[in-house]
């Protein structure tokens, strides 16, 4: 029997109903904090500085991304039963080809538990899944409730992502490791120096006027002067716009990734050698995907090999 | 022997899809980028219950790129960017050919598991050859080496397929110069000899030259290499060459230098002169006849002669007596019909054969001892393959090279025909022969008149299993030979092979990459098909031990034609070294050559001890010339009247 017919008929044996349990992988969500706070701390405003050539970065560096899947599996009234899978890995690449050097996964339930009657969480602890507090509060909402899930299948993942990338950097010692995404939450994690976070999505502006105008215009092969963002917890990193593909006809945001490093010693100095790493990213294109301008092939990778991995998880 | 897992590293795992589904005939795998295997590799798939055999026909590789123009962008435009740090993810996808599944039955899919390379014992299994390659007597035929992946295994050929009764024949097809096609068969042959069970008969070959001096050296050792012994080890075949080889050669025009390249005075003597006389070619006239002269009368003509009157007393209306032994007879005989027939008023009709219809076979008879001389003998005499008295494991080499088409056809027809009667009369000497024929489309093309040598060819593909007569055919294009003579070819062989030949329909069920691996295949090599094979097997054969036609000619280059009487000196002196030349060149001064020739074939014939003494008998006490008027001689004969010319000056 399988975890997901577990699930499906502990709800039905407690009286909940059986959902069709499509899996999803994301839920749609209005752009939360458009903007926030930085400091330009290269020059005083915001310029495009050429990177030069394409450098391929150090043999041995490491990629991480995650993936996460959920399915609504039924109902205790109206409250969803969510069971959810979140995996990352960090493939590291030796002579061009990537091989995995630290997965983590993760498979869980995700309720509102002060919902549930003490029949109702007696069956689902029958199953073999942890069991994540959803926090979706005591009032029900079909929508709300399906957010909360997803907020902690997100948080899980970047759990799990944390975890395999702390692995690496602990058992690589000098590798570098490429982040889809920020490095503030790594802050905390050992040899998080060495990671270079690569920013697809933009929603989150720092910058304004002159300094934004420039940044969102930069030509191909440059990148902004550098600025200092807050994260989470107050753990500031360095942060620059890197232009990958000429932007012209086409949007903005065409080929724009934004890098950052944890504040430290060095981070600044090597932003122009970092960049030249990232630029070289741009072949082989990742041209599966619809964010092939922004997205890595190395990280569009780790997330076929984790989907590989997962196989017909349902 | 059981089948179970080994320590062999798995290098693949079998994959499926709706698209591409594993079935109990084909499967596919996947394996890293660098894998050992490659196309006509044996793989081993291990499943819960049971074992697959596959042999690799076809590979894919492609990476997750979607169009080529991303490729394009990726590099900016520039073919020379600098590699990209990333290599793309990319397969190597294989597809295979069921061999062979354990329990055979229920025949069920290929189970989705892991695959490994065919350990040698893997692939007795594979190819069925466990049926007849293992146990005492073994008598398997070993073909050759199946070296895949670091695996080298034999590949026996079962002998009741190869050599008869179950099946029989091998036909063996490619290139001229690359295919290596006469070398393979060389190799085959020695393994027959040496391995074929003495239990099963006894067995010879009958190997006809065809062109230039291929088979001419067949007794004599070649330089072999390390690697070349090495295969030879492994295929327990001893390289040695042939030790029992009859050399067989017409005669050139001239009746005494042998039409054959083996002619170096360090072999003279081991070629025997094949002569026929007229009782020999009669039977076979219609190799020589056109398929416009054969028509029922001449038929009936021919048939009568043949019937009644030659070798037999014959008189004729016009009290004449005949024997016609010789083709010189046969003309006496036609030269009485004619001369009577005008003598009793211009008569048309001689024995209800019309004169125009006489006159037509006696000008097709009589020109076969013209254009095929050195071959067909004016005399009665000839001399022929030992029929009736073959030996066991002995090559018999007839040298036809220098011979024109028509004496090729009458050559190859008569003797494999011969081989038929007294293989059916069970007195041939050997139970088995193999006849090995080069350029089997030129003897049996797929297109073009009937002949007679077609139609034999047909015969003895579709009914010499049954007599112990096996063909063994070799062309380069094997879509221009009739059909139902490959096609009874129980196991093919192919070379390298053109890519116009892969590309007729003979060939459609190859893979692309099987034909592309047949088209570039290195010379050694070949891919071979028995029924016992349920797919092609790609084997390595190491070089013939023989000396192969091209080194034997520079390491016995042959000798070049002497006058008449230093022939005859030569050709007596090959039986015994101590005939003395000056004595030979005298009691053939003066005489006819014909008379020598009839002479010289005689002694060949029965070797005598004194080879002089037995040809001074056959010559005969010689006539001594008389010139007329010559006063040594005295003048005991009238000279001729002088009539003065009324003309002269």
Redesign the interface.
Known sequence: MTVRGNVRRALARAGGSVARGLAREAARQPVGRPFAEARVVEGRDVRAIPVGDPVTGPEGMGFVDGIQQFAVEGHFGVTPIVRARVAAAVLERREGTLRCAARSVEEFLTVPCGRLTPAQREALDGVELPIRESDAGPRPHPLLDRWAAVQVIEQRRDRCERDAAARFLAARPDAWLVVDGGVTGLAAVPGAERAIGVVKSHETQFLEATDLEAALTLPAGTRSSAFVRRGAGGVEATSWYLRLWPWSEEDLLHGLARVERLMARGALDSADEVSRWVLAERSPIADRDPRWDRLLYPMHHVEVYLRAEAGGWH | MALTRDSVPVIGRVVATEALPASPHQFHFWTPTATPIGIGAIVRVDGEDRTVFGVVLDARAYS????PL??V???EGDPG?????????EIRLWTAAVLRQEPEEPLQPVPLARVRLATPADVTLALRMDAYAQGEPRGAIPVGLYAAGGTRAPVWLDPDFLLGPESAHLNINGVSGLATKTSAVLFLLSAVFQHFPRAKGRIAAVCFNVKGPDLGFLDRPAALTPQDLEMYAALDVAPEPFDQVRFYAPYKADGVNLNTLRTHPELAGSVEPLVWGLREVLDYSEVLLNRDDIDAKADAFLDFLADRVVGKPFVDEWGGRHAVESFGDLERLFRAIFDGLEAAGGRDMWRTHHVATIRKVRNRLMNISTRCKGLVTDDADGNDLPFGAFEDRTVYVVDVAGVDQLGQDLVFTRVVSKLREHLERRDLGVEHVVAFVDELNKYAPADGPETYVRKMLLDLSERGRYLGVVLFGAQQFRSQVHRRVVGNAGTTVYGRMDMDELATPGYQILSPATKIKLATLPKGELMVRHPHFTQPVFVRFPRPASLQGRQGVEQFPPAADVAFDDAVVRQLAALDRRVPAARVKDLIAGRREDDVRRALLATRRARPHDVVAFFAARLGPAVRRQTIGDPAHGADVAPLRTVEDPYAP
């Open positions: 997750d790129l979607v169009t991303h490729e962008i990726g590099a960017a600098p590699t990209a740090p990333t290599r793309r993810a």
